[in-house]
C-alpha cells in the first residue's frame, strides 16, 4: 500500500503551484488527487502542476532534510476530482500529467478518514 501526503494541517504554499479557477467546489468529488511517496518533485519543474485547473490546489513543499529537493501536494479542501494531473486515464491509457505514477486518486471517504473532517462540499 503506498504512503500518500495528505497535509494535515496548514502549510506554506510555494511555487511552483496550480493556476486557474479560485472559486469555492460546486458539488462534492468522490474522489480526490493524492500524491504518493513516489513524488520526485520533477527536480523543481513538476508535470502536473500545469495540468490542475484549480489555483493553488497543488503546490510545492521543500524537502528540509535534503533541499534543494521536494515534492508537490494537493490540497484536498481545494481539489476538484477531475484527474487532469494523473498520468492513466480510462483503461489504462496514457494521459499527460505525473509521468512517475505519484498521484492516486482516493476516495473522498478515505481522505475525510484520514484528516478526521467531512467535507460539505
Not at 23 to 31: C, G, I, N, V
Not at 81 to 102: E, M, T
Amino acid at each position: 500500500m503506498p504512503v500518500y501526503y495528505i497535509p494535515t494541517q496548514e502549510v506554506v504554499k510555494r511555487e511552483p503551484k496550480s493556476q486557474g479557477i479560485n472559486t469555492p467546489r460546486k458539488k462534492k468529488p468522490r474522489e480526490l488527487a493524492v500524491i504518493t511517496e513516489c513524488c520526485t518533485g520533477c527536480a523543481g519543474s513538476p508535470a502536473c502542476v500545469p495540468y490542475c485547473p484549480v489555483e493553488d490546489c497543488m503546490y510545492w513543499v521543500p524537502d528540509e532534510e535534503h533541499p534543494p529537493f521536494g515534492r508537490i501536494e494537493v490540497d484536498p479542501y481545494l481539489c476538484i476530482g477531475c484527474k487532469k494531473c494523473v498520468s492513466k486515464g480510462p483503461d489504462g491509457c496514457f494521459l499527460d500529467g505525473c509521468p512517475w505514477d505519484a498521484i492516486e486518486m482516493v476516495p473522498i471517504e478515505e481522505v475525510e478518514a484520514r484528516l478526521g473532517v467531512k467535507f460539505q462540499i
